[in-house]
């Protein structure tokens, strides 16, 4: 084991140390018979090169930035980036090409459904018929179910508009009732 300790200490070099403090002395190696390949060249060496070196401390000191964002979560970023441009792409690429019994364009084309019901036309304007209404809804003609419908439908809106319906639902509905069944009893007499 002498062979490694021999080696350390003639590879051994002294730490830089400021003038002030004297640099403890080094002990010499003897120079063993120069090996080849190079290693005689640490013989050459001298214990001072940094002795005139002067090193900011400010220099030395390393600030960890907490706001830099960490390799994974960029790697993250720009998977999600080619991901959405290669959806992009293939969304292109689909509408390019028509395709039997795709449906994707009929399903853009038409409006959603908030937007039907957002849009609510105009009631249509009293017209009187001069033949009357069959008292059950089977016996009618498909327009006077559809008119009747519609009627309901409207009452049912005014309904729930109404402030009573918001104070007191169940009283609002039997209200409601109770009026629709006297008209339609005033109507059949």
Do not use: N
Request: glycine content about 6%; charged content about 25%.
């Amino acid at each position: 084991m002498g062979k490694v300790r021999g080696l350390r200490a003639r590879v051994h070099q002294a730490a830089v140390r400021p003038r002030t403090e004297p640099a403890p002395p080094v002990p010499e190696a003897a120079p063993a018979s120069a090996p080849a390949g190079g290693a005689g060249d640490w013989g050459f060496l001298h214990t001072s090169i940094f002795a005139g070196t002067q090193i900011d401390p400010s220099a030395l000191v390393q600030k960890l930035e907490l706001d830099v964002r960490s390799v994974a979560s960029l790697r993250r970023e720009i998977e999600a980036i080619k991901l959405a441009e290669q959806k992009r792409k293939e969304e292109r690429k689909r509408r390019a090409m028509v395709v039997v019994g795709d449906l994707h364009p009929l399903r853009d084309a038409l409006p959603e459904l908030e937007e039907l019901e957002a849009y609510c036309p105009p009631p249509p304007r009293g017209r009187v018929s001069s033949e009357p209404q069959p008292a059950q809804f089977s016996q009618m003609s498909a327009a006077q179910r559809q008119r009747l419908l519609e009627e309901e439908r409207t009452r049912f809106r005014e309904l729930l508009a109404s402030p009573a319906y918001r104070a007191s639902p169940l009283l609002a509905i039997g209200q409601q009732l109770a009026l629709q069944m006297q008209l339609e009893g005033a109507d059949q007499l």
